[in-house]
Nanobody, 116 residues
């Protein structure tokens, strides 16, 4: 059974940093793409950052230069390093993995709270 388990969320002051982790129960080499998403109140789920199997990354404009997504295939883990956090980035952050065949898997999410 494929599962994605996020961790690393918490409470941080504005301007602070957090590193999120997403551990998969299978080798992440099976995923064509993995990424982090959030869903601001009243809005649809938004892409924060993605990384493909060959390491190509993509970021939402609002996080470019502050967030970094990376992957460690040996640990079946994808990370999101978040620096200079803003209060409006308080949200639940979800990990998503997409198989080469297109099937999606989502984690349960980890809460990030940024106090102003």
């Amino acid at each position: 059974q494929v599962q994605l388990v996020e961790s690393g969320g918490g409470l941080v002051q504005a301007g602070g940093s957090l590193r999120l982790s997403c551990v998969a129960t299978i080798g992440i080499g099976n995923f064509a793409q993995m990424g982090w998403y959030r869903r601001p109140p009243g809005k649809q789920r938004q892409m924060v950052a993605t990384i493909t199997g060959d390491g190509t990354t993509n970021y939402a404009d609002s996080v470019k230069g502050r967030f970094t997504i990376s992957r460690d295939n040996a640990k079946n883990t994808v990370y999101l390093q978040m620096n200079s956090l803003k209060s409006e980035e308080t949200d639940v952050y979800y990990c998503r993995g997409t198989f080469y065949g297109g099937r999606d898997y989502w984690g349960q999410g980890t809460q990030v709270t940024v106090s102003s």
